[in-house]
């Protein structure tokens, strides 16, 4: 399998900075990643993530549930709503565990949100023209501008939300591929 970085839950984590998608129309991100059950810990996790899902709210990541042994892995491109609110899209890729699996997200300018594993679209869905994303939110004008100017790869923008993974490749761009 060549080369990956493993990142053990408890104290490994990678950030890009400075990084930022505010601005760009479409977005692609591509995973080889092996997420490990159970992880080190049982805090709620999110990892592969830009944006701030606590105040803001526009954000992308991968997220488990609170519990050691995690029974839900899911892709989450969540917005911020008119009023204000969450709302979130994703694909639960739990019967992946365990395993290497390639997992990309799109957004595309029609505003179509979709997740492919090992290639296959899996899910998709069309975001209302309203909902505020991680492409549309200015870091500059952000209650906490950092959290998007930063992608972190193995927890979350804050550093508290650890997950136990390899990853092997992490591939960003600023089109939607098909």
């Excluded at 080889?32 to 159970?38: C, D, E």
């Excluded at 997950?163 to 092997?168: G, V």
Aim: aromatic share 20%; hydrophobic share 35%; charged share 15%.
């Amino acid at each position: 399998m060549g080369t990956a970085h493993y990142f053990n839950g408890t104290n490994a984590y990678a950030v890009i900075s400075p990084f930022t998608v505010y601005g760009w129309s479409e977005i692609t991100i591509a995973e080889l990643f092996y997420p490990v059950n159970p992880k080190a810990n049982s805090d709620w996790t999110k990892f592969s993530m830009i944006g701030d899902y606590w105040t803001d709210r526009p954000s992308v990541f991968w997220g488990t549930n609170n519990a050691t042994n995690y029974t839900s892995l899911s892709s989450l491109w969540c917005t911020r709503k008119p009023d204000g609110t969450t709302a979130c899209y994703g694909y639960n890729i739990m019967s992946y565990v365990n395993r290497w699996v390639f997992v990309t997200q799109r957004f595309t300018s029609a505003r179509e949100y979709s997740v492919y594993v090992n290639g296959q679209k899996m899910y998709y869905v069309t975001v209302p023209s309203d909902y505020k994303t991680v492409l549309e939110w200015n870091p500059d004008t952000a209650t906490y501008p950092y959290r998007y100017k930063r992608f972190v790869l193995g927890t979350n923008v804050n550093y508290t939300e650890r997950m136990t993974m390899y990853q092997a490749m992490l591939l960003i761009y600023n089109r939607a591929l098909s």
